[in-house]
């Protein structure tokens, strides 16, 4: 009768151990971009100090995740699509309630320019090396584009020379490009260039270009200053030479003094108001 007494009191004991929860500690924090808006569905792991996996979880629409540990040294592994990935390492002490508090995240696209602000002239032409590093968890696909001032010209190449529209990097992956920009010839001042990869997460890179006046040299004389009588008509030889680098109509104005008649000729005296020359390609001409 005592042995059976025994064995039941032990069924009833292994019975209370089995229902009873382990107790831990839970483990909360918000996951946020560099703005400070929530990241949703973002992915938290977290692992022992030894490299055990102890628990996983997902943050809801305001970014808000939650996890259950017991104490210990832990490496909280942290990403999302579009996103970068980040690990964070963490005591977790004795308590019933650890806030992490929030966690930023910067985009997975991360865009190097070997300048972000350049001192150029109107009508210049820059190569400038960019490389683009995608420093997520997942493989990422993005298209290019490229906001430009009017009249510019800029577009992103391939080391081979290729135009870039799109383009897709796996995780740590690193690719190096050519941006190329061609300033308008009639600007003076600041303007911006925008590198934009559209992707799962928009990334922006500004380069600012400080814009300088050039001298063309397009008319050119022998002599710059004539003596002449009143109403006598005085003529002066004049080399005009496309210096713009490119083939391009050259459009001419004439300014004179009140009273004064003034005009630009071709050498068999023909009123010309504009030429179309080749790059470097030179026409006579008469004022």
């Known amino acids: ?30 996951i946020v971009d560099k703005y400070g808006n929530p990241i949703k569905d973002a992915i938290i ?47 977790i002490k004795t308590g019933t309630f650890v806030r992490m508090g ?15 602000s ?14 683009i590093t995608n ?7 993005v298209n ?36 190329e920009v061609e300033v308008a010839r009639n600007v003076i001042g600041n303007y911006t260039v925008e590198l934009i990869l559209k992707g799962t997460t928009t990334v922006v890179k500004k380069i600012v270009f400080d814009v300088e006046k050039r001298e063309w040299n397009i008319l050119s004389a022998q002599y710059t200053k004539v003596i002449g009588y009143k109403g006598e008509e005085l003529t002066v030889d004049l080399i005009a030479k496309n ?4 083939d391009a109509i050259i459009d001419f104005q004439v300014v004179a003094p009140a009273g004064w008649d003034a005009r630009l000729e071709t050498k068999d005296g023909k009123t010309i108001r504009s ?13």
């Open 243 to 246: 210096t713009l680098g490119s």
């Open 45 to 91: 792991e977290a692992y022992t100090s030894s490299g055990v996996f102890a628990d996983k979880a997902k943050s809801d629409d305001k970014g808000e995740f939650y996890l259950g540990l017991d104490k210990g040294v832990y490496v909280f592994v942290i990403y999302a699509r579009g996103y970068e990935e980040k690990r964070i390492s963490m005591e």
């Open 135 to 141: 420093r997520g968890h997942y493989e990422e696909s």
């Open 118 to 131: 350049i001192a150029v002239k109107q009508g210049d032409k820059i190569s400038l090396q960019v490389s």
């Open 275 to 287: 030429l179309n020359l080749k790059s470097g390609e030179e026409y006579e001409l008469v004022l």
């Open 144 to 179: 290019v584009v490229i906001v430009k001032p009017p009249n510019w010209n800029a577009r992103l190449l391939s080391p081979k020379g290729y135009e870039v529209k799109g383009f897709s990097l796996p995780p740590g992956g690193s690719e190096n490009f050519i941006l």
């Open 1 to 30: 009768m005592q042995k059976l007494v025994f064995i039941l009191v032990l069924v009833i004991l292994i019975s209370i151990l089995q229902v009873v929860p382990v107790l831990c500690i839970t483990v909360s924090g918000r």
């Open 102 to 116: 929030e966690i930023t995240l910067d985009y997975a696209y991360y865009i190097y320019v070997e300048a972000d």
